[in-house]
């Protein structure tokens, strides 16, 4: 794993979290980062920012974080 591409990828999980702040609660913006990553990251980058994500504080935004762990579930769901 490279940590400039972890960096990236949270940069990018913040900035549309951001993008995405007047949407609704905090709640309901994850959610739609979730399915934001969901449909547009592919597995490689879904995969490096949720096994980060899970052991420790990466940078992420309160709100990028709760997107990151409803992806896991909608991943986790995927496989199961």
Excluded: C, Y
């Amino acid at each position: 794993m490279s940590a400039s591409k972890l960096d990236r990828l949270v940069k990018m999980v913040n900035q549309i979290a951001l993008n995405m702040s007047a949407n609704g609660t905090d709640k309901m913006v994850a959610d739609q980062v979730a399915q934001h990553l969901e449909k547009f990251w592919s597995p490689p980058m879904k995969n490096l920012i949720t096994e980060q994500a899970a052991g420790a504080d990466i940078g992420l935004t309160p709100i990028a974080q709760l997107a990151v762990q409803d992806l896991l579930v909608m991943q986790e769901a995927k496989q199961g």
